[in-house]
């Protein structure tokens, strides 16, 4: 049996992940849409966002839709690829 990917396997960062795994590969999400879609703060958010795009997991872009700053959430090929084991993985424990 593999080992859970800790860094997915915390329960905002799985619902992070989830939600953008739902994307297609040239899709993004706006960081409020995410924010309301997980139920997270904007701090609580920023960090596992941080801590998701340090791994390589996701990818973070910040730029302007008109004069209001915007940021951007994608998961990354890595990021996906992870997500499928860390599924995976969980599927065997519950065995289906």
Do not use: C, W
């Not at 990917?5 to 409020?32: C, K, P, V, W, Y």
């Not at 609580?44 to 839709?65: C, I, P, Q, R």
Request: glycine content about 10%.
């Amino acid at each position: 049996m593999d080992a859970p990917d800790e860094l997915i396997h915390q329960s905002l960062r799985l619902r992070i992940m989830a939600a953008l795994n739902a994307l297609g590969d040239a899709d993004a999400l706006e960081f409020t849409r995410l924010k309301a879609l997980i139920g997270a703060t904007d701090g609580n958010l920023g960090a596992h966002l941080t801590t998701l795009e340090t791994a390589g997991y996701v990818g973070v872009t910040k730029d302007f839709a008109g004069k209001r700053p915007r940021t951007r959430v994608a998961i990354t090929p890595a990021g996906r690829a992870a997500f499928a084991r860390h599924v995976a993985y969980l599927r065997e424990i519950i065995g289906t």
